[in-house]
């Protein structure tokens, strides 16, 4: 017990001495925004369970994307941002709810795997943003758009060969700039509050485009494993 608490005692140091109490402020405002937008994202989801409205609300989210960045913090319409970043989290969970009423099909216990996964995804690379070198993001960022660069030659080269393997293949590495992109978007919240950025609400609205990702890439790679061992015990 005394180790658990010792080791608590060090994080808070150490994180004490990697953040200005500006930063660190202002990470407390984009998580805690971004916690209602996924518990806004998480009510869309499950009203789309539950009711028989369609599910073509890309335009919809995507409108509401554009007026969050055409209107500019400017300290008073703070309120009516935060509307905007939580329509968007909850049309963006409403969408997602066909893909995860296709996963409960399948498997029940897929959804909880993929939340819980997410969260650890999540927060291991956020913590790992914060305590890294901040030039190790430069050749994350680096990495991540070749990878993401080869990502859609697959995907363009895929329309014509249809390769379940090339699917894979590009479903697994767009999963891995997924996580880097926390990294990334993290790092850079950091050094533009440092700078004097204070609009945590996009902030919060672009860790919660990485979070939606990664929950969006582990249903179909936890579907696609679950059938793949159905397949293999129907052949056994």
Do not use: W
Request: charged fraction near 15%.
């Amino acid at each position: 017990m005394n180790t658990l608490f010792e080791s608590a005692d060090h994080f808070t140091r150490t994180l004490n001495d990697r953040l200005e109490p500006r930063v660190k402020t202002h990470l407390k405002h984009v998580y805690s925004t971004l916690t209602a937008t996924v518990l806004s994202a998480s009510l869309g989801a499950y009203l789309h369970l539950y009711t028989n409205l369609a599910a073509t609300l890309l335009f919809v989210t995507l409108g509401l994307c554009l007026a969050l960045m055409f209107t500019k913090d400017n300290g008073k319409n703070r309120n009516l941002r935060l509307g905007y970043l939580l329509g968007i989290g909850f049309f963006s969970g409403f969408s997602m709810g066909p893909l995860i009423e296709m996963t409960l099909y399948i498997d029940t216990s897929i959804l909880p795997t993929a939340i819980l996964s997410t969260a650890f995804i999540f927060g291991c690379f956020t913590l790992s943003a914060i305590f890294s070198d901040r030039r190790q993001s430069l050749y994350i960022t680096g990495l991540a758009s070749s990878v993401a660069t080869f990502v859609f030659s697959l995907a363009l080269m895929n329309i014509f060969l249809n390769s379940y393997l090339i699917y894979k293949t590009s479903l697994y590495l767009s999963f891995g700039v997924m996580c880097a992109l926390v990294i990334i978007d993290t790092v850079r919240i950091i050094d533009l509050r440092a700078r004097g950025d204070t609009d945590y609400i996009m902030h919060a609205c672009m860790l919660f485009q990485d979070l939606v990702q990664i929950f969006r890439h582990l249903l179909v790679i936890l579907s696609e494993k679950d059938r793949s061992n159905k397949r293999k015990k129907q052949r056994d």
